[in-house]
């Protein structure tokens, strides 16, 4: 099982609803879940900044002739 850290969050109850409506889940998961999201963006974004910057040795028509 991964570590866990229990925290005490303030959110609006708007907020709540509205992400536990979109998720169809509970607060747990669903914060969860956006806290994925987040991660997932910020990896993103740090990728788009190396976009042009890295050299790759790949041969395209090779790839769609596979």
Same mark, same amino acid.
């Given at each position: 099982?991964? +570590?866990?850290?229990? &925290?005490?969050? &303030? $959110?609006?109850? +708007? $907020?709540?609803?509205?992400? %536990?409506?979109? %998720? ?10 956006? $806290?994925?999201?987040?991660? &997932? *963006? ?11 910057? *890295?050299?790759?040795?790949?041969? &395209? ?6």
């Amino acid at each position: 099982m991964k +570590d866990l850290k229990k &925290v005490t969050v &303030v $959110l609006p109850v +708007d $907020l709540i609803e509205r992400a %536990t409506m979109a %998720t169809g889940k509970g607060i747990t998961p669903t914060i969860r879940e956006g $806290l994925e999201v987040m991660a &997932v *963006v910020h990896s993103f974004e740090g990728m788009r900044r190396l976009r042009g910057k *890295v050299k790759l040795s790949i041969d &395209v028509g090779q790839l769609r002739r596979d």
